[in-house]
């Protein structure tokens, strides 16, 4: 992350802390002096002591307060240990001798910089609910996940720009997390930001930050993500969600490595690598006109598409014991395995969710287990039940009828099960034409452009 220093001093020698990963801002008045330091984000704050307000310790506990909650150094024209000793006990984080050299300032600041820098993950990032991610997660015995791992790992080392495809609960993030995390940028942060989520007016000052008053509401200034994520990485999910106007700006910080916050007249150089992903192809979004083409091409220098779970049955019994032995010692539970009836069931259920859909059921049936081993009923009747309807079972159970339907009113039920046979219809479609589109949409009786909405609606791609 960038660190940032706010300058209120009367000697200007010290403005050449600044480097291209510290920014020095110097307030160019003096009225309202501190109004305006409590309102801007800083990691620093250097003032000097005819500058401090009064009374001293309330304006230290609101410094304390803001957001990013800056250090204090104070340059005092005394030398008297008893000056400092009292500008401490009122709050300040430092208190140094104006008349000190300016190599000796420099040196303690310095120390405070890196200090920052060791806080910084704490301040901007909870700690991460499942293991640190590592491409070992994704070794698998299937072969398209094979030809996947054999291009993976050459991106580590590199900054190229990568496009991550794939349906949604594939691990796409996690995917970028452990590319990250293995490789140059490792000690810079990871920033993951879902495009999908944010409110459209929003966008723009989550990715580059604001200064006061550059729209209603910006009461103070913030940082952008592309700032915090400084020598490390920001993974756009849901990249094809940024509107069009955002998407020239987007286009420049990757050209020039600069950004502009909004409603500033300054940019600044950050050093970023953006990982994008989306839920489906950009392809038809750029021959559309709704995804610029060169955006496009700047974001997928290379493409790595992660293959469904249903594709990779094979990993299907590894991942289950994995998550198991990870889950259970989360929460606590004194489950240590799955029965063979149970993990028949597991291999058998389709997984339209992939591995986010297999963590959440293990997670059930782990809380819901009164024993060591999972069993058929710990789990969800949709997955128990793709045993009784196996070949070969009676058919009184071939199609098991779900106890909570039974609870919900009939035009309910109906718009569940046609919505299921719709994605199912869709799917065999797909398969049956090898993603040719428009033999696809000609088949259903569809538009091309009513087709795509419904991949989109059930997280479907063209090639399978």
Not at 53 to 61: V, Y
């Amino acid at each position: 992350m960038l660190i940032r220093i706010t300058l209120a001093v009367h000697d200007s020698a010290l403005s050449h802390l600044a480097r291209p990963d510290i920014l020095v801002e110097v307030p160019r008045a003096r009225k309202d002096l501190w109004d305006r330091i409590v309102r801007e984000p800083a990691d620093v704050l250097i003032i000097s002591q005819s500058l401090l307000p009064n009374p001293l310790k309330d304006k230290m506990h609101q410094l304390q307060s803001h957001p990013d909650s800056p250090a204090a150094v104070v340059l005092s024209e005394s030398a008297d240990p008893k000056v400092h000793a009292r500008l401490m006990a009122e709050g300040c984080d430092a208190v140094l001798f104006a008349g000190l050299a300016v190599e000796q300032v420099r040196d303690v600041i310095e120390t405070m910089l890196e200090k920052r820098r060791r806080l910084t993950p704490k301040r901007f990032f909870a700690p991460q609910p499942l293991a640190e991610p590592r491409l070992a997660d994704f070794v698998s015995k299937s072969p398209g996940m094979a030809v996947f791992m054999n291009v993976v790992p050459r991106l580590v080392r590199s900054d190229t720009a990568l496009l991550i495809e794939g349906e949604t609960g594939v691990g796409k993030e996690r995917l970028a997390s452990a590319i990250h995390s293995e490789g140059p940028r490792s000690t810079g942060r990871f920033v993951a930001l879902n495009c999908g989520a944010l409110p459209e007016h929003l966008m723009e000052s989550e990715l580059f930050g604001h200064v006061r008053g550059a729209f209603t509401g910006a009461t103070a200034a913030r940082r952008g993500w592309f700032e915090i994520a400084h020598h490390g990485t920001l993974f756009l999910d849901e990249v094809g969600e940024i509107p069009t106007h955002l998407q020239v700006k987007l286009l420049r910080v990757l050209q020039e490595h600069e950004i502009q916050p909004v409603g500033s007249e300054k940019s600044f150089g950050v050093d970023v690598r953006v990982i994008a992903a989306s839920n489906r192809p950009l392809e038809p979004d750029v021959e559309s006109g709704r995804f610029r083409r060169d955006l496009y091409h700047r974001l997928s220098v290379v493409t790595v598409t992660v293959p469904p779970l249903r594709e990779r049955g094979e990993d299907i019994p590894v991942l289950v014991e994995r998550h198991i032995r990870y889950i259970a010692q989360q929460i606590g539970r004194r489950v240590t395995g799955i029965n063979a009836q149970a993990m028949e069931a597991m291999c058998r259920y389709s997984w339209p969710g992939n591995v986010r859909e297999l963590n959440n059921v293990l997670e059930r049936a782990i809380l819901l287990c009164d024993d060591t081993e999972i069993t058929l009923d710990d789990l969800p009747e949709s997955i128990s039940g793709t045993v009784a309807a196996s070949p070969g079972a009676s058919p009184a159970h071939r199609l098991p009828l779900p106890e909570q339907w039974l609870a919900k009113p009939l035009q309910e039920v109906r718009e569940t099960f046609f919505f299921d046979l719709e994605r199912q219809y869709i799917e065999g479609l797909l398969r049956a034409t090898d993603g040719r589109i428009g033999e696809a949409a000609k088949r259903a009786g569809l538009q091309e452009r009513s087709l795509y909405e419904k991949m989109k609606q059930f997280g479907l791609r063209r090639h399978f």
